[in-house]
């Protein structure tokens, strides 16, 4: 197991690496480069970006975030040209030493909060936060003015302004496109991206839908074990891979976490993990957790102990933190509450290896 963490660039992250390498147990970072969907990943910018993260003692073998642009999940004739780029970035980032890309088939959005700082009464800090009944209140263009508004000055990840800048067009766009149609454009990317990763020997990773159900009419075709069992037959390969993150596919009860890594792990499947809690407050409400077992609903011993056995050598990162000790910052990925998760995580780890025999 390689813990990580999520890190937006030195231009746009105000946490210093310095600080992410004084983390107990941190390797390295799963990073990004802020570019819109679609475009390919200029060299020069990824060699820059790789060489820093060398130069702070952390590894970058990880990235998120290489955007597919909706014309590929639309299937429109455009796709082709965005698909070339696409794969053309594989093979950038395959040179400067990345092993895994993280990416989500999401149609508009990423994830989905109608509060980004939801106080917890029971200690003052605050959290992401998920009401489904306050959606059909705001309606889709409400809750992208009130995110860009809460969201400090920061780019949050899926919520680019060029992208939500044509909203209302690309809404309408995905009228009549139902999850199997979806699919079907899903299959013809994979079928032209995954022989390029599995020649340069990168896996792709895909997230789940965040939250783990549809949203506004989308087709949404990734947030149960049985949707992935469809993922990864769409294209059969070793690189064809997931990222588990047990908070996206936590928000459904009905997902079984522990159960879904165990059955992915031992397929071979799972090529990151992002690894937090939830605290469930009624049917599809929700808000983030810290990573302790007993402040969520879901249990981090069992999910850890289930990446122990099926897939130990995954990356794993602390995901969505909340805000704690009065700290400013992106709302979800503040340095201290990820920094404690990742001590947790590790502590759990420790334990494991001890526990089963490991020295």
Not at 240 to 258: F, M, R, V
Request: hydrophobic share 35%.
């Amino acid at each position: 197991m390689k813990m990580t963490f999520r890190w937006y660039g030195k231009e746009s992250d105000p946490i210093p690496l310095k600080y992410v390498k004084q983390i107990p147990g941190m390797s390295g970072l799963m990073g990004l480069l802020d570019k819109p969907a679609g475009v390919d990943w200029p060299e020069e910018e990824v060699k820059e970006l790789v060489d820093y993260v060398h130069s702070c003692g952390l590894e970058l073998e990880v990235i998120e975030s290489v955007n597919v642009h909706e014309d590929i999940k639309m299937g429109l004739p455009t796709r082709d040209e965005y698909i070339k780029n696409y794969c053309s970035t594989i093979r950038t980032l395959a040179k400067y030493g990345v092993k895994v890309i993280v990416y989500n088939f999401m149609p508009v959005f990423d994830w989905l909060r109608t509060d980004l700082a939801r106080v917890i009464d029971e200690d003052g800090s605050n959290s992401l936060y998920f009401n489904e009944e306050d959606l059909g209140e705001m309606g889709p263009m409400e809750i992208v003015r009130r995110t860009a508004e809460d969201s400090k000055g920061f780019t949050l990840p899926g919520w680019e302004p060029e992208r939500l800048a044509l909203l209302e067009t690309t809404l309408k766009q995905y009228e009549g496109i139902t999850p199997d149609m979806l699919r079907e454009n899903y299959k013809y990317f994979l079928d032209r991206v995954i022989p390029v990763c599995e020649e340069v020997g990168v896996k792709m990773a895909c997230h789940p839908d965040d939250p783990a159900w549809p949203i506004f009419g989308l087709p949404r075709i990734a947030h149960s074990q049985e949707d992935y069992d469809k993922i990864v037959k769409l294209h059969d390969s070793p690189a064809n891979t997931l990222c588990l993150c047990t908070g996206s596919l936590g928000s459904n009860p009905a997902n079984d976490i522990p159960a879904i890594i165990r059955h992915f792990g031992g397929m071979n499947r799972i090529g990151a993990m992002h690894v937090r809690n939830v605290k469930y407050l009624g049917h599809r409400h929700f808000r983030e957790a810290a990573h302790l077992s007993s402040t969520g609903d879901l249990d981090m011993f069992a999910i850890m102990e289930a990446i122990y056995d099926t897939c130990p050598d995954t990356y794993i990162r602390p995901d969505h933190g909340r805000m704690i000790w009065d700290e400013e910052g992106r709302p979800g990925y503040g340095l201290f509450d990820r920094a404690l998760g990742a001590t947790y995580l590790n502590g759990i780890w420790e334990a494991l290896c001890k526990i089963k025999g490991d020295k």
